[in-house]
């Protein structure tokens, strides 16, 4: 079950030094350092559902943004990204909705997420979403 947090707070932690066994709904944010002007988090263990045949689907995931005020914290990154394990999503809709995510928690200058699908039927599906 995954935790919710109806209004995300920046630079409130709840989750870092905590024992977190479950996904939750949005990424955490600590203040960014000066001088940071890109930030780059990739993870290859993105899984999710497809919507028409219920097989899993396992993507690459780069997210790249230019903090403003906030940095999202790693740990809720990967907690947030586990919540669409068991969910039916197209990598298009993923890659849009972990852009707007990003967006909407940490208020970066831009954010850039680049999803690829791993091949299934010969086909690899890169979808790239970027705000603002």
Known sequence: M????????PGVLTILGHTVQHPVDHVECFPAPDGVVTVRATSDELTSICPVTG??????VSIEYEPAQWCVESKSLKLYLWRFRDRPAFAEALAAEIADEIMTTASPKSV?????????????????????
């Not at 097989?55 to 690459?60: A, E, G, K, R, V």
């Open 2 to 9: 995954a935790a919710s947090k109806s209004d995300p707070s």
């Open 112 to 132: 850039r997420v680049h999803l690829t699908q791993q091949p299934r039927g010969g086909i690899t599906i890169e979808a790239i979403a970027q705000r603002p």
């Open 55 to 60: 097989q899993p689907d396992i993507s690459t």
